[in-house]
């Protein structure tokens, strides 16, 4: 119902994030609603790595939620670009658990995605600070 009219003219702004730094921002003009206009890239202000392109409906953990962040990793590894926002992604995927749970299929058993996640985790331990959060 709230739905705007077709109204191509505003470029939508999607979210660049960094799973390193744990930091996501907005570009505008990062999209364009003519998909003939090619995707840029954005490096992350802090590393400079590439950051990861998210949609308009990621909602931005704050830097130390550690887990909201590797939840949100864990999605994007499996090809969820948060650009819906009828999917219900921020009910279902609550929690790190339920994102596990959420991305295991017939074809993906929990133990593929569990160590994906543990992939994941690894890849950032080797430049933490040392101190962890659990919950
Ligand atoms: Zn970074």
Request: include cysteine.
């Amino acid at each position: 119902m709230e739905r705007p009219l077709r109204h191509p003219a505003e470029t939508s702004r999607a979210h660049f994030a960094c799973f390193d730094c744990r930091k996501a921002f907005k570009q505008r003009g990062s999209s364009h609603w003519d998909s003939q206009v090619p995707e840029r890239t954005y490096p992350c202000p802090g590393c400079q790595r590439p950051m990861a392109r998210l949609g308009r409906h990621f909602k931005v953990p704050p830097q130390r939620a550690r887990r909201q962040w590797l939840k949100t990793e864990l999605l994007y590894r499996y090809g969820e670009r948060f650009q819906s926002s009828r999917s219900g992604l921020g009910t279902t995927c609550r929690t790190l658990a339920s994102a596990v749970g959420y991305l295991t299929t017939p074809a993906r058993s929990t133990a593929e995605v569990r160590e994906t996640l543990e992939q994941i985790r690894t890849s950032h331990q080797q430049s933490s600070d040392g101190s962890r959060r659990e919950g």
